[in-house]
């Protein structure tokens, strides 16, 4: 099946610095999202993403939509320690109905 | 907000049961999906429904069945569970236009031993 690929796998940074991950594939996807999840929890949606080029924010981060379709990126902004969890990219390929293709995602480690 | 509500949280079941999670969501949603996730592996997809009474088959749907009655329930069936269907299991839902980001439960994580 098709797959996206997260960047870096995992990830350990200081409280109040930046964070930034990508996702990547070889297919063109008409809609990218963005997901957060909580140790014991269900992921939670943070951005979503319609168009290309497109830089959506949501209080401390930020996703643009990649200009060439096939990749998106997320930015975190002065890190705290509830930022620690899973981040989910997913995304929705042209022709392939209403489902999403989801990343691996990007576990992220906080330190005080 | 959309809520979506996975019956357990935590379920330990034996080698051989049949086992049913139940899924609900209060947004008259069309669309509901049941996913696994493993470590390592992400999120896979098990079954998918548009619409009551209607299913399809996902990425791994082998050992699983599904039972969509009403709108807003969506049921996961392990038909004789074996140890290693031992997972977290998410539901979502979405909304049936195209594009709509899909809303997840929380999860139930199953053990079977």
Known sequence: GQQLNQSPQSMFIQEGEDVSMNCTSSSIFNTWLWYKQDPGEGPVLLIALYKAGELTSNGRLTAQFGITRKDSF?????????DVGIYFCAGQLWGYGQNFVFGPGTRLSVLP | DVKVTQSSRYLVKRTGEKVFLECVQDMDHENMFWYRQDPGLGLRLIYFSYDVK?????DIPEGYSVSREKKE????ILESASTNQTSMYLCASSN????QPQHFGDGTRLSIL
Do not use: D, T, W
Request: hydrophobic share 35%; proline share 5%; no cysteine.
């Open chain 1, 74 to 82: 997320l930015n975190i902004s002065a890190s705290i320690p509830s």
């Open chain 2, 54 to 58: 209607m299913k399809e088959k996902g």
């Open chain 2, 96 to 99: 049936g236009q195209f594009n």
């Open chain 2, 73 to 76: 329930r969506f049921s996961l």
